[in-house]
């Protein structure tokens, strides 16, 4: 049995295979239609979500399988003071699979370690988010046609936002990958990234303003400020507005480039932009139902 707790719990030759298969579900969703059938995945969410819950909802359901459980701590027995570790083993009891969302970093893998059914971290605290990574790496993949070979901007609260932590980690298995992290000094992609970037000899640079290096990116991959993860308003309130990505910030980039954000946005990228034919963010959350629907096959060694 298989759990998902980070995007490097798969070689890269099991994510080429996962998202062929996104691919073929993409292509012929029909097929898959019944893939699940008498199979049940809960979705435990200690934490508010709207995509990733009811994407893997949604790819439970296009599989055929239906889905049961929570969308916050105060409607599950976790108000009552029950551990992670005593409800994974009761949810084992009633479904299939399992993907879990929690503020604390390191609750996923301790509710995998007690768990008689695949676990899937579906986000724990500012640390991993490995399948907004799957996502993401099907989204480059599709609409670049390759996962190496570029220059990718990452830009925002690169301290805090976890999609962005798990994201530098899988591309480091790739090739010829520039990474330019825009943020904020106070936002700074944390010391433990960077040193991982300098023992794999990663080329990357760190600059605060966005139109200094819009020229040069193949992929801006912006994200929202983490209110949530903040000790204080007044820090929040002073940065949650200090990128927002304009149609005017737009004429800088090529005329290639893609736009991505894991969402939800703020203020960080105007609507204008929406119309812009390289903002792919919505096409981004598409993908996510795909390569999730992908992920419970695998996960549960199904095939079609
Ligand atoms: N991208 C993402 O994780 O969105 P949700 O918080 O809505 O699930």
Redesign the pocket.
Known sequence: MRHLMSPLDFTVEELDKIFDLAGEIEKDPKRFAHVCDGKKLATCFY?????????FEAAMMNLGGNVIGFSEASSSSAAKGESVSDTIRVISCYADICAM?HPKEGAPMVAASKSLIPVIN??DGGHQ?PT?TL?DLLTIRSLKGRLGGYTIGLCGDLKFGR?VHSLIRALLRYDNIHFVFISPEELKIPDYIIDELNEKNASYEEVIKLDDVMGKLDILYMTRVQRERFFNEEDYIRLKNFYILTKEKMLLAKPDMIVLH???RVNEISVEVDDDPRAAYFKQ?QY?VYVRMALIMTLLNLEA
Do not use: F, W
């Open positions: 934490e508010p979500s709207t995509r990733t819950r009811l994407s969302r579906a986000g988010h907004q996502t999609t894991p969402l939800p959350a996510g």
